[in-house]
């Protein structure tokens, strides 16, 4: 069965086509990078009329790079939530009128379970199965959660949530902390590949302890110490030219970044990456200890993390992450997960709302 998925619930605008859950024909990502970025962030209003523009242009593309028609497809796939409302009725209404003209299935689902699911189709793709049960570490801007993932049976799929941020998700400090150093938006990738060229150890920077569950996360107080570093070592000329340098936009050239960043801030980025890093595989290993787990499976955008991705490969336990188009949103990780709850028959009705809030 070819699925096609769909999924505007923040500032991407995407489609794929994945056959029985296992086979990717074709992944489009529209990014909305450049109307966003002189805001340094979202900006919901924009990010609708963006997905308005490209949702008809993108599925047609995951239709031909999947070389299918309309006709070819057997299900619809969609994020319902969480995320942007006006973001996701786009993907949503117009999932629901193309599900009603060919006369096809529609599934509306949860996005944090498409993280997941995105390690699930990456694994499948390859002929292996995820060892289940697994802890789900979903990273991203919007989510920092844990989950023991079940399968109690073929294509059926249970979750607990263990534990999450109390404050910030993990891809929102890295946002954070990246603009107020003055590195434009968003600030993950740009700090994963500037922390190679710090020394963590010349900047220290507080861990969380929590009170209540032990394996919640907490990144505001950390990014609060980010800015007392700042403060207190005098960077604010630093930065204004480093703003100066990325007021056109995204700069992609890392060594153009590097000729207007310090050493010291070079080394303060390091310590927030490693910070962020060790927080996340000292909660995930001890949850993982905890639960009666066979894997950890890391998913997200943040899961795009090289020195993350590193830290993990000494780990005791298998990990999963997935490639890095499937890692940040895309639409192929939503018909994965479409797919199994298709299979057992569910279906929605077109009077399924977008839900900002929804919980996994
Ligand atoms: O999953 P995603 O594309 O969208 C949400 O559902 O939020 O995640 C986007 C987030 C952003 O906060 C971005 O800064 C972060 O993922 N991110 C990274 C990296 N690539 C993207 N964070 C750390 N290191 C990266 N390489
Ligand atoms: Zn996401």
Redesign the pocket.
């Given at each position: 069965m070819y699925v096609l998925g769909i999924e505007t619930?923040?500032d991407?605008t995407a489609a794929a086509v994945v056959e029985s859950g296992e086979r990717l024909l074709s992944n489009i990502v529209a990014s909305q990078l450049k109307t966003h970025f002189p805001y340094g962030g979202v900006v919901p209003e924009l990010a609708s009329r963006e997905h308005l523009r490209a949702i008809v242009p993108v599925v047609r593309r995951a239709l031909e790079q999947a070389k299918l028609s309309y006709a070819d497809l057997g299900a619809i796939a969609v994020t319902k939530g969480p995320?942007l409302v006006g973001s996701l009725l786009v993907g949503l209404t117009f999932a629901k009128g193309l599900a009603l003209s060919l006369r096809i299935p529609l599934i509306a689902v949860n996005?944090i379970e498409g993280?997941i699911h995105a390690v699930v189709l990456e694994e499948k793709q390859h002929g292996r199965e995820v060892a289940f049960p697994a802890l789900a570490l979903v990273v991203?801007?919007?989510?920092t959660h844990m989950f023991l993932v079940e399968q109690p049976e073929p294509f059926r799929y249970t979750y607990r949530l263990i534990s999450k941020t109390r404050d910030d998700?993990?891809?929102?400090a890295?946002?954070k902390v990246?603009k107020l150093l003055g590195f434009g938006y968003?600030?993950?990738?740009i700090?994963?590949r500037l922390a190679p060229f710090g020394d963590p150890s010349q900047v220290k920077l507080p861990s969380t302890r929590m009170k209540g569950n032990e394996l919640d996360l907490s990144f505001s107080g950390l990014k609060t110490a980010v800015l007392r570093y700042v403060r207190s070592a005098d960077m604010d000329e630093e930065i204004k030219m480093r703003k100066q340098t990325f007021s056109s936009g995204p700069v992609k050239d890392i060594e153009a970044i590097r000729a207007v960043t310090s050493q010291q801030t070079l080394d303060l980025v390091a310590s927030f990456q490693q910070t962020v890093i060790d927080e996340l595989l000292s909660r995930a290993l001890k949850a993982a200890d905890k639960e009666p787990v066979q894997s950890i499976i890391v998913s997200?955008?943040?899961a795009?993390?090289?020195g993350?991705r590193r830290r993990f490969s000494s780990i005791r336990y298998p990990f999963y992450f997935p490639t890095l188009a499937l890692?940040?949103?895309n639409a192929a990780m939503i018909a994965a997960a479409g797919y199994p709850h298709l299979l057992r028959g569910e279906r929605s009705d077109f009077s399924v709302k977008a839900q900002p809030s929804l919980a996994l």
């Open positions: 619930s923040c991407e995320g996005h993280h991203s801007g919007g989510h998700a993990a891809g929102e890295f946002d990246a968003p600030g993950g990738p700090i994963d997200g955008g943040v795009a993390n090289a993350l890692s940040t949103d």
